[in-house]
Each structure stands twice: as C-alpha cells, then as structure tokens.
C-alpha cells in the first residue's frame, strides 16, 4: 500500500467512562458496537480507509459490564471488510449474550451465510456513506438480499438521510426489516424541519422500517454534551417506538469529538425520559429484531 493511500489513524475511545447515573433494565441491549482486531489475530482489511487502536471482545465486555448492558449487537466495521473472523469469535465468546451483523459480498458462498447464522449473525450490512467508499453497486446489494432472505436477516444500511431520496425506489421495495444506522445522519445544526431529516422520519412509517437512535456525536453541531440531537431522538421514537433500538457505538470509528460511553448512556435516558419506551427500545426491540 502506498503513502498516498495509507489509511488514517482514529482515535481511540475514552478510557474512561463514567458510571452511568441511568441503571438500564435487565437484559438491556447495546445495539450497535464493533470489535476492532486484536489486530495481531484478526489483521485488519488491506483496503481499508481507517486504521483503529484495537478494541478485542473483552473490552467491549468490560464496558458492558460497567455501563450495566447484558445484551450487545456487534456490528462488522469496515476496517476489517468482508472477513467476519473478528466479529463472529466475539459472539462465540459471547455464549449467546451477542448477536452480530455481517459484511458480506454478493458472491459469498451459502456455506459461509450458513456458518454466520449459526455463529448467531442475524443481519448484513452494506454502506452508502461517501467517505468509507460509499455508493455500492444496487443490482449486488439486491443480490445480497436475495441470498440473505431465507435466512430471516434484515439489511443494515450506513446511509446520510439526504442521501434517502435518491434511494427511495429502492427502500420502498425492500421485502426485509431495513435498518438506516445513527438517525440517518442528519446534521443538527439544519433543524427537525430540514428535508433529509423529514424525508427519514417519512420513511420510518414503511413498518419494514428501522433506525439506531445512536450516534449523537455524528449529527451534532454543537459539540458536548451533544444535547442538539435531543429533537432528532424525541421525533423519531415518537415516528415509531416499535422500530427503534439504541446503541452506544463503541468504540466510535471515525467521530470528530470522542464520547464518553457512560455520558452517552445518561443521554439517551434524558432524550428517552419515558421508562415503558426505554423498556421497549433496549429490551423488547432488539429482543425482536435479533431473536434473544
């Protein structure tokens, strides 16, 4: 790989995090996070845009335990590309407390669909984003689906909400649950009112349709403590409570302003203030979605 080329260095995540004030219900689920290498086990993808500090399982355990958090969905990041090695191993460990999503290419074999699945894989993941390579190939992300189906997965897609009116067509004749990660990323600072952000919340009436009221650090203008994306959060479980699942995305690949876990936790119980909708959204949703 040449320097031209050479992937970035990220930051790591706080080593730190505060004990949350918010005691998360039995069985409260962590729906979004990654496990990044150890590299010297699992080398990350030579492609790849970003290079991470390593974050293994049992870190991600350790931060579970400490933010009170039973259940995890461990997503597949891009760092590490198709090779699932790294993710499906921590569900192992995980003895059934994890489920995972799965990056997979279009010509992936059935055997290999039919090892994740039994590794506890519920769902795959594709990225529309324009800076970790962004507009995939549509006819292969069908493919994808078409293969995925039988398997009762649903599609995760890492997609900028003002990118969801060209892909309209396309998600209104998805035949699968469709997850659109962090809020679809709006930009706080342009308001609830602002077309991308109203194109998500139209979209979220689709009942095959899903998001992560994570990532407020992604969308947010204003900086720590992150409150501008309260309004995004509110609108959106308001949209559709069924369909909502919550997620810390340690150990935040690729953030401007690195969060503090625990803070992250508070923050969803101050924008979530309503305990029968925090059950639903880190419990019974993700219980759900993920067959727990």
Request: aromatic fraction near 8%; include cysteine.
């Amino acid at each position: 790989m040449s320097d031209m080329h050479a992937p970035k260095t990220i930051l790591p995540p706080d080593p730190n995090p505060v004990k949350p004030k918010y005691i998360p219900p039995p069985n409260a689920c962590d729906g979004h996070c990654h496990v990044f290498g150890p590299a010297a086990r699992f080398p990350y993808a030579p492609n790849r845009s970003y290079t991470p500090e390593d974050a293994g399982r049992e870190r991600l355990a350790a931060l579970h335990r400490h933010l009170g958090l039973s259940r995890a969905i461990v997503v597949q990041a891009s760092c590490h590309g198709t090779d699932n090695s790294a993710m499906l191993d921590a569900l192992t460990w995980s003895n059934g407390a994890w489920r995972g999503v799965a990056m997979v290419g279009a010509d992936v074999a059935e055997t290999e669909l039919e090892r994740l699945h039994a590794g506890g894989v519920r769902g795959a993941r594709v990225n529309f984003v324009a800076h970790l390579g962004g507009a995939p190939d549509i006819k292969a992300v069908e493919s994808v689906i078409a293969r995925i189906t039988p398997f009762g997965w649903h599609i995760q897609l890492h997609m900028d909400a003002h990118d969801i009116k060209s892909y309209r067509g396309f998600l209104d004749n998805l035949r699968v649950p469709f997850i659109i990660d962090h809020m679809g990323r709006p930009e706080a600072h342009l308001g609830v009112k602002q077309e991308a952000f109203r194109q998500m919340l139209d979209l979220m009436k689709n009942p095959l349709a899903w998001t992560k009221v994570s990532g407020p650090e992604r969308i947010s203008s204003a900086g720590k403590p992150f409150h501008d994306a309260e309004p995004f959060v509110r609108e959106l479980i308001l949209a559709a409570p069924e369909r909502i699942l919550w997620g810390t995305d340690f150990p935040h690949p690729n953030v401007r302003i690195m969060p503090n876990d625990g803070e992250l936790v508070d923050l969803f119980a101050k924008f979530c203030d309503d305990e029968t909708l925090r059950q639903k959204i880190l419990v019974e949703n993700p219980a759900r979605l993920y067959g727990f």
